[in-house]
T-cell receptor, first 111, second 112 residues
Framework: DVKVTQSSRYLVKRTGEKVFLECVQD?????MFWYRQDPGLGLRLIYF???????EKGDIPEGYSVSREKKERFSLILESASTNQTSMYLC??????????FGSGTRLTVV | KQEVTQIPAALSVPEGENLVLNCSFT??????LQWFRQDPGKGLTSLLL?????REQTSGRLNASLDKSSGRSTLYIAASQPGDSATYLC???????????FGPGTRLSVLP
């Protein structure tokens, strides 16, 4: 089975800090995704990547950037964390549009 | 822009009941549709994937159907168990697409 690993389950950061969320998948999937999930708003796509060094904006890219230097790793960067970025962050990978596999999520709190 | 809705938002049933969860989407030009389960505070687990050319998929007590022309999918759970309690999300894969659009989910509680 594909495994998607997110580096932290819980994270607490201060306003203004630069935050890195890491995601690694072990099945050579081309596509990787970052979502955030908030009560009442569901999953919203932040960024996705369909190849190394490629990235596409999702629905809510503002305040975020991403990096994909290697196929297996997709990093989400909060350039200057703000309290409205407190959320559950979910990483996923897929082969074409076949089965999505999600990581366990990172619950980020910005204080 | 594709929009996905799910009805009901929440459902509570006694153990043993058969139940149906509904998913609707606005653009019928989909590539596939996937049902997920999410336990509280956890990531999503894929349950069933239906390609646009298929009408249904089955896995154990779960059966998912797809009617592209009407923009609907249903997830049928037979003989529900307390362990089925979770939030169920459907996600629509866009045409030629690389990503899914998610519905808001149905929160299911199965009471012992």
């Amino acid at each position: 089975d594909v495994k998607v690993t997110q580096s932290s389950r819980y994270l607490v950061k201060r306003t203004g800090e630069k935050v890195f969320l890491e995601c690694v998948q072990d099945m050579d999937h081309e596509n990787m995704f970052w979502y955030r999930q908030d009560p009442g708003l569901g999953l919203r796509l932040i960024y996705f990547s369909y190849d190394v060094k490629m990235k596409e904006k999702g629905d809510i890219p503002e305040g975020y950037s991403v990096s994909r230097e290697k196929k297996e790793r997709f990093s989400l960067i909060l350039e200057s964390a703000s309290t409205n970025q407190t959320s559950m962050y979910l990483c996923a990978s897929s082969l074409l549009t076949l089965h999505y596999t999600f990581g366990s999520g990172t619950r980020l709190t910005v204080v | 822009k594709q929009e996905v809705t799910q009805i009901p938002a929440a459902l509570s049933v006694p153990e043993g009941e058969n139940l149906v969860l509904n998913c609707s989407f606005t653009d019928s030009a989909i590539y596939n549709l996937q049902w997920f389960r999410q336990d509280p505070g956890k990531g999503l687990t894929s349950l069933l994937l239906i390609q646009s050319s298929q009408r249904e998929q089955t896995s154990g007590r779960l059966n998912a159907s797809l009617d592209k022309s009407s923009g609907r999918s249903t997830l049928y759970i037979a003989a529900s168990q307390p362990g089925d309690s979770a939030t169920y999300l459907c996600a629509v894969g866009n045409n030629y697409g690389q990503n899914f659009v998610f519905g808001p989910g149905t929160r299911l509680s199965v009471l012992p």
